[in-house]
């Protein structure tokens, strides 16, 4: 359009109906100009991602609704996504941040506060989780000085074996913090036992498992949900996406206060942003060692950081979870039709273990996981795999303590301990290999998928 046909366009217009104009238009550019996989017509051999984002109108008339309100930073997109998604999860609070792994750094580092007194993790406290599995899980308990204690996990669950817990434990131990592996949640009732029986605090990771339930106590909750502190991603591959973003909640009002704050450059001050003066305090309150009526907007009682989301993230986030509950069907109806395909090939019987979902639960699939048994190349099946058009990847670290960033410190106590053999976790390291089962996937794509496997792994 020429300048003299935008200014004919808005002549006459108002600010409030030229926003409306131009959201009409974006929803129709996206209708015209954007098609998710779903879309398009599948043919033979085209390239099958991994995970891919699926959206429509709704997520980009959203995103330049905040642009044109240019916000910027948190704003009412950010409530309503905290409020919708604490909802969802069942939970009392969430907190929206920046990615999954700035949610972990947040859950742990919550449980560093010195307002938990007696419970608070220190440094050189140890806590419990596994070597198979992302580095962000790990990582915040490393930097801040406590001791990662590393046990095995089960095939083919992929989660933490919960008979190696005891062995774990010292008197040093303070807390659990696990992820839900690909969609599979651990066992949470073994788990929350545990941590019961010995008074530990349990970090559910769910960056790749939300909406996954588990039965537990008598009814079905939502993983994330169970253990002191739940937290999500919403990177593109994940289960719902807002680009970057992440979110941690639980239901204890007191280590909310502290994510609130860590989260917010570590701030005492519970103003919104814009906000003065909430408390009625803002000038009359003793802090520290600070002047008596120091301005309560710069007083800082904890280390923190600014982990905060944009607005424009949570409004795309907004509109992925009205249709999240779709999403989660479609991961399961494409994980059991994937399932059916491999088990009913009858040359991969010996040759492949494939997934299970742990007793109890009800998995909101992130991936589809498998096994190699013992001689069988998996360089070379995922070389023909990828040379057939699907997209694989590894079980994350496959062992973390075998990556390059444990070279300096192998072997040092004070930085980690293994418990006991880590067999299983060596198995996936070298022989394990997933792929998607995102809601992007097409029946089509699924059995093409199934089909390549096959040929791959009893070509070998």
Known sequence: MTDREIKDFFDGMDEKKAHEEILKLVSRYCDLYHNTDRDKPYRKGDRINYASRVYDHDEMVNLVDSALEFWLTTGRYADKFEKKFAEYED??????????????LLAFMTLTSPLLEDRRIKRGDEVITVAAGFPTTVTPIVNYGAVPVFVDVTIPEYN?????LEDALTDKTKAVMLAHTLGN??????????????????IEDNCDALGSRYFIDGKWRLTGSVGDIGTSSFYPPHHMTMGEGGATYTNDPLLNKIMRSIRDWGRDCICESGQDNRCKKRFSGQFGELPFGYDHKYVYSHFGYNLQATDMQAAVGCAQL????SFVERRKHNWKRLTEALRADARLKDRLILPEACENSDPSWFGYCMTLRE?????????????HGVQTRLLFAGNIVKQPCFDSVRGLDSFYRVVGELKNTDIIMERTFWVGVYPGMTDDRIDYMAETIGAAVAGL
């Open 185 to 202: 949640p651990f066992d949470l009732k073994a788990v929350t036992d545990f941590c019961k029986k010995y008074d530990l605090w349990l």
């Open 160 to 164: 933490v074996d919960v008979t190696k």
């Open 91 to 104: 939970v009392r609070f969430a907190n929206l941040v920046n990615s999954g792994s700035s949610a972990n």
């Open 375 to 387: 001689g069988i190349s998996r360089r070379e099946v995922l070389n023909y795999i990828e040379g």
């Open 322 to 325: 009205e249709k999240f509950p």
